[in-house]
């Protein structure tokens, strides 16, 4: 069975940097793609935020959040990270660690499965 459990999020000041992680287990992140998503509320969909591709380790990112954000992993600890620096007051949201299954990296729809979230607000 597939697990994620995400940590890290929390209050920071808009301008302020956070580290996210997701530690995983029943599956190896350096054999299959991870994605991180976010989620604000009222909004039914799940946002792309970030993907490392699980043979590779090749990144890729919301155009958007380019610059800002950095994905990363270790695979030793089966953890992937999520760096958010200049955080901005629209970045407040519950962000998700997911597993890629099939399809392009950017599309939930791709994922299987997810973990609950760790909700990260950012004050102006």
């Known amino acids: 069975q597939v697990q994620m459990v995400e940590s890290g999020g929390g209050l920071v000041q808009a301008g302020g940097s956070l580290r996210l992680s997701c530690v995983v287990s029943?599956?190896?992140?350096?054999?299959?793609?991870m994605g991180w998503f976010r989620q604000t509320p009222g909004n039914k969909e799940r946002e792309f935020v970030a993907?490392?591709?699980?043979?590779?380790?090749?990144?890729t990112y919301a155009d958007s959040l380019k610059g800002r954000f950095t994905i990363s992993r270790d695979n030793g600890k089966n953890t992937d990270y999520l760096q958010i620096n200049s955080l901005k007051p629209e970045g407040t949201a519950l962000y998700y660690c997911?597993?890629?299954?099939?399809?392009?990296?950017?599309?939930?729809?791709?994922?299987?499965?997810w973990g609950r979230g760790t909700q990260v607000t950012a004050s102006s």
């Open positions: 997911a597993a890629h299954w099939r399809g392009y990296y950017d599309t939930s729809s791709s994922y299987r499965d």
């Open positions: 993907a490392i591709f699980g043979s590779t380790g090749d990144t």
């Open positions: 029943g599956l190896t992140i350096g054999s299959n793609g």
